[in-house]
T-cell receptor
């Protein structure tokens, strides 16, 4: 059973508009969430993260929103640029104490930004 | 600074052969992870090393898979008697380990393994 779900395999957005990528999770023990961006033939690149004690984190054009009660997070990209075209992975981990834990990934959403 | 590096970038092998995949983590990162991504799937956790602690091998799919991390740095993932279903991109990641809070994992470019 998938614990992290990205229900949209692909998304097309016009350049300059907002891109919204969604992610749902089922494990209530998850308390740290990340978004990674992946270009073909490259490893995932860390984009932005959010801890469960927050509901929003912003970094430049990228904002992640977390709705814990709905077990839902979203990544907003404003304005979208052609270079943002990539596969975006949502990932989650649990952290009940010190240390790092394995990430559980969604299957990814392929974003295409049309010039 | 230098990121996570992996070698080889591509590996084609015949069914039944053994393969070794290498990962060089970011200098100073004490945690190292292996994941794999099969076609059309998300990344699947395989194994986690942290310092001198016993590794978390809970994600290894079978006993044909093993991994070592020597000297707390370089890691090797070995797949014995490869099968066609082992074909995937194998990704290595490393992170700092902080005293509190989760850690961001930084990924290498991956090794694409094709088993014929």
């Amino acid at each position: 059973d998938q614990q992290v779900k990205q229900n949209s395999p692909s998304l097309s957005v016009q350049e300059g508009r907002i891109s919204i990528l969604n992610c749902d999770y089922t494990n209530s023990m998850f308390d740290y969430f990340l978004w990674y961006k992946k270009y073909p033939a490259e490893g995932p690149t860390f984009l932005i993260s959010i801890s469960s004690i927050k509901d929003k984190n912003e970094d430049g054009r990228f904002t992640v929103f977390l709705n814990k009660s709905a077990k839902h997070l979203s990544l907003h990209i404003v304005p979208s640029q052609p270079g943002d075209s990539a596969v975006y992975f949502c990932a989650a981990s649990g952290n009940s104490g010190a240390g790092s834990y394995q990430l559980t990934f969604g299957k990814g959403t392929k974003l295409s930004v049309i010039p | 600074g230098a990121g996570v590096s992996q070698s080889p970038s591509n590996k084609v092998t015949e069914k039944g052969k053994d393969v070794e995949l290498r990962c060089d983590p970011i200098s100073g990162h004490t945690a190292l992870y292996w994941y794999r991504q099969s076609l059309g799937q998300g990344l699947e956790f395989l194994i986690y090393f942290q310092g001198n602690s016993a590794p978390d091998k809970s994600g290894l799919p079978s006993d044909r898979f093993s991994a070592e991390r020597t000297g707390g740095s370089v890691s090797t993932l070995t797949i014995q008697r490869t099968q066609q279903e082992d074909s995937a991109v194998y990704l290595c990641a490393s992170s700092l380990v902080r005293t509190s809070g989760a850690d961001t994992q930084y990924f290498g470019p991956g090794t694409r393994l094709t088993v014929l």
